[in-house]
């Protein structure tokens, strides 16, 4: 089903800061959550948890510890987790 669509029928995104925020939006009925937090150790768990659910995972990726500015944070996270998308506020696509 086209992601457009989606959001349209579950227009709320939870935003999770910690992992007790994560298993609240995990169980609610949000579709859609958005990783304020994390770093490049334990996303790939975090992600792992959200697509266990039948959720989408997206990162904010200025927010992920050990990430740089560069454009092969961006690779990895596309190779080392299943991340639907990836959010930031610096020119990255």
Same mark, same amino acid.
């Given at each position: ?8 029928? =579950?227009?709320?995104?939870? !935003? ?5 925020? +994560?298993?609240? %939006?995990?169980?609610? @009925? ?21 697509? =266990?659910?039948?959720?989408? !995972? ?5 927010? +992920?510890?050990? %990430?740089?500015?560069? @454009? ?22």
């Amino acid at each position: 089903m086209p992601l457009l669509h989606l959001l349209r029928q =579950n227009p709320v995104i939870a !935003a999770v800061k910690d992992n007790a925020s +994560l298993q609240l %939006a995990i169980d609610s @009925e949000c579709q859609f959550i958005s990783v304020l937090y994390g770093n490049i150790c334990t996303i790939s768990n975090i992600v792992k948890k959200i697509k =266990n659910a039948g959720k989408y !995972a997206f990162i904010h990726v200025d927010l +992920l510890e050990g %990430a740089s500015n560069k @454009e092969v944070v961006i690779q990895f996270l596309k190779l080392v987790t299943e991340v639907d998308g990836i959010i930031s506020t610096k020119h990255r696509c």
